[in-house]
């Protein structure tokens, strides 16, 4: 099966023995047997970077749908580079086409005072040189964004989900744990949105489906849930815990204080996780993803980011003022519900969609 997951050396953070405190320990009732036991699970660590990404083939496909989604950035930067003079009526519209592309001022600030510097340093005349020039500058800006995900540092590795309504993080934790899956890792989910009766009903379906357990509960509390998720993992064995968590806006901070509620529950039920705490971001949000991203940072200390929606109406610009203000890493970007749709982030190749 497709996937962007690779063995690869990286140096466990916990030794491969299970701690005492880890032991197994008999499973909650109601709850069936992990569907791929532990130790026919591969060995690890997994790493998803851009190094394990696609083949060439699927690579193009990929790399034409991100760039077709991000078409409307891609062409009003580009076009403006077409036999233009370099001089301030350049930089003006270079300005206004960075900031209609959500990059917001910082970024935009930051980017035009860069090519300016280096402008007059190289002495650059020409606009497709410019352009190089800044296409540079945005890769530079984008890098430290780019994280490779790892699995198998600790057993089980606890990953909590959030975001605000409808961003894609359902979706985007099916398509991971079917990667996961792929490579021999077990996987159980907790469906930690309890006020949605059909999201909690989504994720069991989706998980008979796909021989993923999922651990719900009808009334309730997502902490709760969340602890018994963790410890059936434990106690099963389980490599990967994946806890969804219902949507919420930052605003509504009674929901924001029961996120941290969550993520100190977890943490009862073991030491140091969640391991990764995520937020999912839609593409299309504009310049409020950065809001959210700062929202959900302050209250959550976010590990990584998963940018979804990137083949619909989003400019992309986003993710510089990210990189400017709150440089979350960015684990992974989606452009669509397919399982390939979902890969690790590229800051080159996010740089050459949105540049040409
Ligand atoms: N075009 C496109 N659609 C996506 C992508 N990722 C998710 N979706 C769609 O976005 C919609 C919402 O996705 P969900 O996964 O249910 O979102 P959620 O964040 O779990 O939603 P709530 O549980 O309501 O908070 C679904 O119709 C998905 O199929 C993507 O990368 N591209």
Redesign the pocket.
Known sequence: MFSFFKKKTVTPDVPPAAPADQAPAPAPAGLSPSPVPAAEAEAVPLVFDAETAPRPESKQSWMGRLKAGLSKTSANLSLLFVGARIDDDLYDELEAALLMADAGIDATDYLLEALKRKVKDEKLTDAAAVKVALKALMIDLLRPLEKPFVLGRHQPTVMMIS??????????IGKLAKHMQAHGQSVLLAAG?TF?AA?REQLMIWGQRNNVTVISQESGDPAAVSYDAVQSGKAKGTNVVMI?T??RLPTQLHLMNELQKIKRVIAKGMAEAPHETLL?IDGNTGQNALAQVKAFDDALQLTGLII?????TAKGGVLAAIARVRPVPVYFI????KIE?LQPFDAEEFVEALLG
């Open positions: 975001g605000v309504n409808g961003a894609g993080k359902t979706t985007t949105d949605r999201a969804d219902a949507g999912v979804t929606k990137l083949d619909g989606g452009i669509g519900e749709d």
